[in-house]
């Protein structure tokens, strides 16, 4: 029998770990501080869910980062 390693859990961290103070967000994945500490015990469908909201939600909250990398 063949044991299958333990996969990674799905995160959206950068390693830019910063809370920015206005905004609530790390400015690296885009997460609050509630959401990055309940990581750990939320499901693998609840992680995707969430990162697939992250992208617009840094949008929205740097417009002007997006703007500076065009």
């Avoid at 959401?35 to 939600?57: D, H, N, T």
Wanted: aromatic share 2%; proline share 10%.
């Amino acid at each position: 029998m063949t044991a299958i390693p333990p996969t990674k859990p799905s995160s959206p961290c950068t390693k830019v770990c910063v809370l920015d103070a206005a905004t609530g967000l790390c400015e690296g994945c885009g997460r609050t501080r509630e959401e990055i500490g309940l990581w750990g015990s939320l499901s693998e469908p609840q992680r995707l869910a969430l990162m697939a909201v992250l992208p617009e939600r840094l949008r929205r909250a740097y417009p002007k980062r997006e703007e500076a990398a065009r």
